[in-house]
C-alpha cells in the first residue's frame, strides 16, 4: 500500500500588519500545509486585528533585537514588509540612516550567524526602495549568504485588479535551489513573472463595490451613506484628486490617511455617472475613469462659477471606498473583518499600511516553484 507524505511550509512573518503576508502565504500554497510559526509587529492594533483573524498574537517586540537563537532553523521561509517611510518619494528619504530602518538591517546582519538559514525570503516596500543603499545590503547580504535573488515591481494592476499600487520585492532562494525562470542578480524587473494564469486586462472596480451603495440604493437618511459620502470642502482639491466611477479599470493607492484628507490619500467614487456624460465638463475615459474639467463654462457662469462645480459634484455622489472595499482592493479575502473598537480611520490607516495579497501570493507561488537544470 502506497503512502503519500505532507510536508509543511513553516515561515515566519517580519512586520506582519493585519495579515496580509498571512493570507498571501495561504493562497499561494492553497491545498498544501502551511504553518506560520510566529509573526512579529511592534503595532499594538495591528495585532488584535491579526490575531483576531488569524488566531495567532504576534509577538509586540523590536525586530532589531531579535537575537540569532531566536531564529536559526525556526521556518522555511521568511515575509517581510519592513518600514516603508524611509524610501517614500515624499519622504526626507534617509534611508538607511532613518531610525525605522535599523530594525531591517539588524535583522539581515543576522542571517550570517545562523547555520539553518531560512530556504526562501520575500521583501516588500514601496517603489524608491530599490535605488537606496539599504537595498544594495540587501542583496549583498543575501550573495554573501549563498542566496540567488530576483527582484520585480509589480502593482495590482499587472494581475487583473483595477488597483494602482507597485511595490519592490525582492524574492532570495538559498543554493542550490534554483528559480523557475533562470536568473536576474541585480536587474530588476517590471511586472510580475510568468507563472500561472495572468490575467490580461483589469476588472471594471463595480466587482469590488458593496451592493448596497450603488446609486439605485443611494438615500441621503441612511447611516450607512452618511458615513461614505465625501463632505462639503472637496471642491478647491478638485486638480489634486483622483475620482474614479465604478465602471472604471483602475484607482489610486490608499495611504493611512485617507478619510482623513483628500490630496493624495486615495480615489473617490462617482457613483452617479450619468452628469458626466454630456461630455461638457466631464467624462468618462475608454478605462471607466472620471474627468472632471471646468474648461468650458460659459461667460456667463463664471460668476457662479463655485455653484456650477458645487452643483455637477452634488450629482456625482462622490463618496469613499469603504474599509471592506479597501480590503477587497487589497484581495483580501471575503472573511477578514475588524473587531468591535477598530474605528473607521483606525482601519483605512491599517488597511494604508498593508499590502495586495494578489501580489504576494503570485510571488510566493512563484518562489516555490523549483527551476531546473
Given at each position: 500500500m502506497e503512502t503519500t507524505t505532507t510536508t509543511t511550509t513553516t515561515c515566519l512573518e517580519f512586520y506582519s500588519g493585519v495579515g496580509g503576508l498571512h493570507y498571501s502565504l495561504r493562497k499561494a500554497r492553497k491545498g498544501e500545509d502551511v504553518k506560520v510559526i510566529e509573526a512579529f509587529d511592534v503595532n499594538d492594533l495591528a495585532n488584535v486585528v491579526y490575531e483576531f483573524n488569524h488566531g495567532i498574537k504576534p509577538t509586540s517586540r523590536d525586530i532589531g533585537s531579535l537575537e540569532a537563537k531566536d531564529l536559526d532553523g525556526k521556518a522555511d521561509a521568511w515575509l517581510l514588509s519592513p518600514p516603508c517611510q524611509p524610501y517614500t518619494r515624499q519622504g526626507l528619504q534617509r534611508g538607511s540612516e532613518d531610525p525605522r530602518a535599523q530594525s531591517f538591517i539588524k535583522l539581515l546582519d543576522k542571517l550570517g550567524d545562523l547555520e539553518c538559514k531560512p530556504?526562501?525570503?520575500?521583501?516588500?516596500?514601496?517603489?524608491?526602495?530599490?535605488?537606496?543603499?539599504?537595498?544594495?545590503?540587501?542583496?549583498?547580504?543575501?550573495?554573501?549568504?549563498?542566496?540567488?535573488?530576483?527582484?520585480?515591481?509589480v502593482s495590482p494592476i499587472d494581475l487583473g485588479v483595477p488597483y494602482s499600487r507597485a511595490r519592490y520585492f525582492c524574492l532570495a532562494?538559498?543554493?542550490?535551489?534554483?528559480?523557475?525562470?533562470?536568473?536576474?542578480?541585480f536587474k530588476i524587473s517590471k511586472?510580475?513573472?510568468?507563472?500561472?494564469?495572468?490575467?490580461?486586462?483589469?476588472?471594471?472596480?463595480?466587482?469590488?463595490?458593496?451592493?448596497?451603495?450603488?446609486?439605485?440604493?443611494?438615500?441621503?437618511?441612511?447611516?450607512?451613506w452618511a458615513q461614505c459620502l465625501v463632505k462639503s470642502g472637496v471642491?478647491?482639491?478638485?486638480?489634486?484628486?483622483?475620482?474614479?466611477?465604478?465602471?472604471?479599470?483602475?484607482?489610486?493607492?490608499?495611504?493611512?490617511?485617507?478619510?482623513k484628507y483628500y490630496k493624495g490619500t486615495g480615489s473617490l467614487i462617482a457613483v452617479n455617472s450619468v452628469p458626466l456624460e454630456d461630455g461638457q465638463r466631464s467624462f468618462v475615459e475608454e478605462d471607466g475613469t472620471v474627468h472632471i474639467q471646468f474648461s468650458t463654462v460659459s461667460s456667463s457662469e463664471m460668476d457662479n462659477l463655485e455653484k456650477v462645480e458645487d452643483s455637477l459634484l452634488d450629482q456625482l455622489v462622490l463618496r469613499y471606498f469603504t474599509p471592506r472595499e479597501v480590503a477587497n482592493l487589497h484581495s483580501?479575502?471575503?472573511?477578514?473583518?475588524?473587531?468591535?473598537?477598530?474605528?473607521?480611520?483606525q482601519r483605512y490607516s491599517?488597511?494604508?499600511?498593508?499590502?495586495?495579497?494578489?501580489?504576494?501570493?503570485?510571488?510566493?507561488?512563484?518562489?516555490?516553484?523549483?527551476?531546473?537544470?
Open positions: 530556504s526562501y525570503l520575500l521583501i516588500e516596500n514601496v517603489v524608491g526602495f530599490e535605488e537606496s543603499e539599504t537595498r544594495n545590503h540587501l542583496v549583498d547580504t543575501m550573495k554573501r549568504n549563498n542566496y540567488t535573488t530576483q527582484e520585480f515591481l532562494k538559498i543554493s542550490p535551489l534554483k528559480f523557475l525562470r533562470g536568473e536576474n542578480d511586472g510580475p513573472p510568468e507563472v500561472g494564469k495572468v490575467p490580461q486586462e483589469c476588472r471594471p472596480l463595480k466587482e469590488y463595490l458593496s451592493e448596497e451603495l450603488v446609486f439605485e440604493n443611494y438615500s441621503e437618511s441612511s447611516d450607512l471642491r478647491k482639491y478638485l486638480g489634486a484628486i483622483d475620482i474614479v466611477s465604478p465602471h472604471s479599470r483602475r484607482c489610486c493607492c490608499f495611504t493611512k490617511s485617507y478619510y483580501f479575502p471575503s472573511d477578514f473583518s475588524f473587531p468591535e473598537g477598530i474605528t473607521r480611520k491599517l488597511l494604508g499600511n498593508s499590502l495586495s495579497v494578489a501580489v504576494v501570493a503570485h510571488l510566493l507561488e512563484y518562489l516555490f516553484q523549483e527551476g531546473s537544470g
